[in-house]
C-alpha cells in the first residue's frame, strides 16, 4: 500500500480579513517551524480576499505552509458576476480548492453535477480539489450515509480518469457534527472514509484507492484528533472553527507527539 502524507487543511470560512490573515499565517508558521514538522502536510483554506496577502507573506518567507481557496468557479472565465476561476486561482500560487462543502450545496443550492464540473475546472487549472461529501442527520438515522456518500462520490467523479482521482483529496465531513460540536466517533470517520476508498477501488482501481487521501471533517479539535487519525483509512482532517485558533491548529498538526 502507498504511504499517504497526513494532511490538515483548515477552512477559514468567512472569517479574517487580510490582515488578520497575515497575524494567522504568522503565528502558524513560527510555532510549525519551531516544531520542525515537515511530515505532516499543513494547509490554509481562506476567504478569497485574503489570499494574496497569504501568498505574498507564504512565497517571501518561504513558509511551510500551503494555501488554497474554498470555492470555484465551473467556467474558466466571462460574464459570471461575482465569480472566481480556478485559473486566477491557481495564478495566486493556490494548489488545494474546496468543492461541494455542505454548506455551498445547502445555501448555494450546489447539485451533484455542478460540483462534478466544480472538481473538473480546478484539474484543468492544476488545482488539487479537496472533494466534500457528507450526510444529513436525516439519512445518518436512516442508516443511508455509506450508500449517500458513495452517491455523492460517483457523481462529483463521473468522466475523471484514475490519475486524476489518485491525486485528489475527498474529505468526509457528516453535516450533524459540522460546526456543531458533536464529533463523529473514530468508528464512524473510518467507517465511511474506509466506504469511500473501497468505492473508489471498484471505479478507478486499488492502486488509485491506495493514493487518494481522505480526511474526516466535523469538529476536530486538538482533543480527539488523535483517535480519528488512528484510523486506517483516515489520511487527515478538514478543520473549520478550530483552524482559527493558532494554538489549537497547530495542536492538530502535531497529533502524532
Ligand atoms: C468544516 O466546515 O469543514 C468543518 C469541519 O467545520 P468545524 O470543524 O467547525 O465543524
Not at 481557496?69 to 480548492?97: N, R
Not at 474546496?98 to 475546472?121: I, Q, W
Not at 464512524?188 to 484507492?209: D, L, M, S, W, Y
Request: glycine share 10%; aromatic share 6%.
Amino acid at each position: 500500500t502507498a504511504t499517504r502524507r497526513p494532511l490538515m487543511a483548515g477552512n477559514w470560512k468567512m472569517n479574517l480579513n487580510h490582515l488578520e490573515a497575515i497575524a494567522l499565517v504568522q503565528k502558524l508558521a513560527f510555532s510549525l517551524n519551531e516544531k520542525q514538522l515537515t511530515d505532516v502536510e499543513t494547509v490554509v483554506l481562506p476567504p478569497f480576499t485574503d489570499l494574496r496577502s497569504v501568498q505574498t507573506l507564504v512565497d517571501g518567507d518561504k513558509l511551510l505552509i500551503g494555501y488554497g481557496a474554498q470555492d470555484l468557479s465551473p467556467f474558466q472565465s466571462g460574464a459570471y458576476t461575482g465569480e472566481i476561476s480556478g485559473a486566477q486561482l491557481a495564478k495566486l500560487g493556490c494548489q488545494y480548492v474546496v468543492v461541494g462543502h455542505s454548506e455551498r450545496r445547502a445555501y448555494h443550492y450546489e447539485d451533484d453535477a455542478l460540483v462534478n464540473a466544480k472538481v473538473a475546472a480546478a484539474l484543468v487549472n492544476g488545482l488539487t480539489p479537496i472533494l466534500c461529501v457528507g450526510e444529513g442527520l436525516e439519512v445518518r438515522e436512516e442508516l443511508r450515509h455509506v450508500p449517500h456518500c458513495c452517491g455523492q462520490l460517483d457523481a462529483a467523479l463521473q468522466g475523471l480518469k484514475p490519475e486524476q482521482v489518485a491525486g485528489l483529496v475527498i474529505a468526509y465531513e457528516p453535516i450533524w457534527a459540522i460546526g456543531t460540536g458533536k464529533t463523529a466517533t473514530p468508528e464512524n470517520a473510518q467507517e465511511v472514509c474506509g466506504a469511500v476508498r473501497e468505492r473508489v477501488a471498484e471505479t478507478f482501481g486499488k492502486e488509485t484507492a491506495d493514493q487518494v487521501r481522505i480526511l474526516y471533517g466535523g469538529s476536530v479539535k486538538a482533543a480527539n484528533i488523535a483517535g480519528i487519525m488512528a484510523q486506517p483509512d483516515v489520511d487527515g482532517a478538514l478543520v473549520g472553527g478550530a483552524s482559527l485558533d493558532a494554538e489549537e491548529f497547530v495542536q492538530i498538526c502535531r497529533f502524532p507527539e
